[in-house]
């Protein structure tokens, strides 16, 4: 426990010692036991009477045990104060020119300790890092039995048995949990909310958090920074859903979401699938919708130029709410030359998209044809 300790007797150090936290206020002690300190005191004594320096052995001897103490998670401020304090016990006395071999001494235990002991953490962290990776691709896609999947979340602080959401952010690089961006997002979220159960990581590039279904509040939080890290990357929100599966279903969502925004140029930073369900519902039956496509709007490609000049007057035209001069200000059009296209339209599909009778067919394959990357994938 840094900031505690009590040394006990080991190697002719005689007595016991007991620190303070920096603060000044008493603490409980926590004995640090006489194995990392073996052998310490009688190398300090050979040294300052020979004046030799330690030997590979000794020095090897020392980073074990920097390795075990931090394995035993002993605090690496505590156990240099602990081998100070050790050696002012031993220091040898009567003999001015031995001092500098102590020190010499002192310098190299304490460095080959801390050498072991920070090696012993580069691995738990490995280890830690590794861990949490495999969680991770775990959850996302579903492959762990879900009762040891939801024993491992409890670690991350994850309860697997509520409503999870998750967010998935996209920006114009692909990120790794080690970089810059994600950092910034993770300490954003963690100023504002703490710790609510909220998982961030990256995967394929993108950001991603998990939080409890019932706390919109930190997805919409996290939309934000996100957008604003990503310099104005573009996030997906999938719905709650309950249980370990809830997590892959609702991941697959966003992921869906962003796709689906691809293809039809949805620029609006935040997506919420729940306000788009009409999309996968309508791509669902791809065959239904190939056939819809083709049909409605494949006498477009014998127009002049081709069928995308007149799919994007119906896009615009629609997406203005059939409002012409709208749609012409967006194509940058005069009105006249959106009517004559819209006349071009009902001329090679039969359908006016000016009448409702004819308007929600048109839109629909519309709709379709930006799904399915039509007319540059041909169907």
Not at 124 to 131: I, K, L, P
Request: include cysteine.
């Amino acid at each position: 426990m840094p900031g505690v300790d009590h040394i006990g007797r080991q190697d002719g150090v005689k007595g016991a010692s007991r620190t303070r936290q920096d603060s000044g206020g008493d603490v409980a002690e926590r004995e640090i036991p006489e194995e990392y300190l073996e052998g310490y005191a009688r190398i300090l004594e050979e040294v300052a009477a020979t004046g030799r320096r330690l030997s590979r052995d000794e020095l090897a001897s020392r980073r074990d045990l920097g390795e075990r103490a931090a394995e035993a998670g002993f605090g690496l401020r505590t156990l240099v104060r602990t081998h100070l304090i050790a050696a002012r016990d031993a220091w040898p006395r009567g003999r001015d020119d031995s001092a500098e071999e102590a020190l010499a001494a002192v310098q190299q235990v304490v460095d080959a300790f801390a050498e072991g002991y920070e090696r012993a953490q580069r691995l738990a962290v490995r280890q830690e890092e590794a861990a949490r990776r495999e969680f991770i691709d775990d959850l996302l896609y579903g492959r762990s039995d879900l009762g040891r999947l939801v024993e491992r979340a409890e670690r991350f602080g994850l309860r697997l048995s509520h409503e999870h959401a998750v967010a998935v952010a996209r920006g114009p690089v692909a990120y790794d949990e080690g970089d810059a961006v994600p950092r910034r997002v993770e300490q954003a979220l963690i100023s504002r909310f703490g710790d609510r159960s909220i998982l961030l990581t990256t995967k394929d590039g993108r950001l991603l958090c998990v939080a409890p279904g019932h706390q919109g509040e930190v997805l919409t939080h996290f939309a934000k920074q996100a957008h604003a890290a990503t310099d104005g990357g573009q996030v997906a929100i999938g719905r709650p859903r309950p249980g370990p599966g809830g997590v892959v279903q609702s991941y697959e969502e966003a992921l869906s979401t962003l796709e689906i925004a691809e293809r039809l140029g949805l620029d609006e930073p935040v997506l919420r699938a729940a306000e788009l369900l009409v999309y996968p519902v309508l791509a669902r039956d791809r065959q239904a919708m190939t056939d819809l496509v083709h049909n409605t709007l494949g006498p477009l490609t014998a127009a002049r130029g081709g069928a995308q000049p007149l799919l994007d007057t119906l896009t615009a035209y629609f997406d203005s709410g059939c409002v012409a001069a709208e749609a012409a200000r967006r194509l940058s059009l005069s009105v006249r030359a959106l009517t004559y296209r819209l006349e071009r339209i009902h001329k090679l599909t039969g359908a006016n998209p000016a009448e409702p009778a004819h308007r929600y067919m048109l839109q629909t394959a519309v709709i379709g044809a930006r799904l399915l990357a039509w007319p540059d994938d041909r169907l």
